[in-house]
Structures are given as structure tokens and as C-alpha cells.
């Protein structure tokens, strides 16, 4: 199994990035796939959900209105699209899935760094 982020790196505020996930090793079309992040000295939050079909999503208060979250269950790939970037949003960016269904297993990606400055 794996997860392998892509399309971090650094930026100015009120830019753009987006973050790519690409995943092998399982049936990706039946995961939950979610992007977490943690910055320096701080717990690691959630930032976006997506469900298996991507019928749904989730996003944490900080991040509305600014990312958004898709997926593409023909290429086992989701995305986070990152717009009016915040020198707060600096983190290093986790994708992880989650199946909602026995035998409820998880995986998380190795990470990729996003660095919002001037």
C-alpha cells in the first residue's frame, strides 16, 4: 500500500498550490480519503474529507471557502486545491484513507511541505 503526496513547496501569501495523492495498493474507490496537516509545535488537524464516490465533503472552519478537495477514482488519485494561502496554513500536509467498512484500515501518506511566505 501507498500513499505518495506530491505538489508541496513554498509560496506567497494569497497564492495557490495544489497537492496531488496518488494511491496504489488498494481498492482506493472505497476509502474515505481525508488531507491532514501539522505545523511546527502543534497537533495534527484535519483539513478536508471526501467520501468514496465523492458525493460528500467536509472542511475544517479555517480552510472554507479557500481549498477545496476532489478525487478521480480512475486515476486513485484526490486532490487538494489550495487558493488565498495564509502564512497559517504553513504545515506539513498529510493524506490518509480510511475504509469505512471491515476491516476498517487506514494508511497515511509520508507527508509534503507547504510554506506560505514572503
Known amino acids: 500500500v501507498q500513499l505518495v503526496e506530491s505538489g508541496g513547496g513554498l509560496v506567497q501569501p494569497g497564492g495557490s498550490l495544489r497537492l496531488s495523492c496518488a494511491a496504489s495498493g488498494f481498492t482506493f474507490s472505497r476509502y474515505i480519503m481525508r488531507w491532514y496537516r501539522q505545523a511546527p509545535g502543534k497537533e495534527r488537524e484535519l483539513v478536508a474529507g471526501?467520501?468514496?464516490?465523492?458525493?460528500?465533503?467536509n472542511y475544517a472552519d479555517s480552510v472554507k471557502g479557500r481549498f477545496t478537495i476532489s478525487r478521480d477514482n480512475a486515476k486513485n488519485t484526490v486532490y487538494l486545491q489550495m487558493n488565498s494561502l495564509k502564512p497559517e496554513d504553513t504545515a506539513v500536509y498529510y493524506c490518509?484513507?480510511?475504509?469505512?467498512?471491515?476491516?476498517?484500515?487506514?494508511?497515511w501518506g509520508q507527508g509534503t511541505q507547504v510554506t506560505v511566505s514572503s
Open positions: 490518509n484513507a480510511e475504509n469505512p467498512r471491515p476491516p476498517w484500515d487506514d494508511y
Open positions: 471526501i467520501t468514496s464516490a465523492g458525493g460528500s465533503t
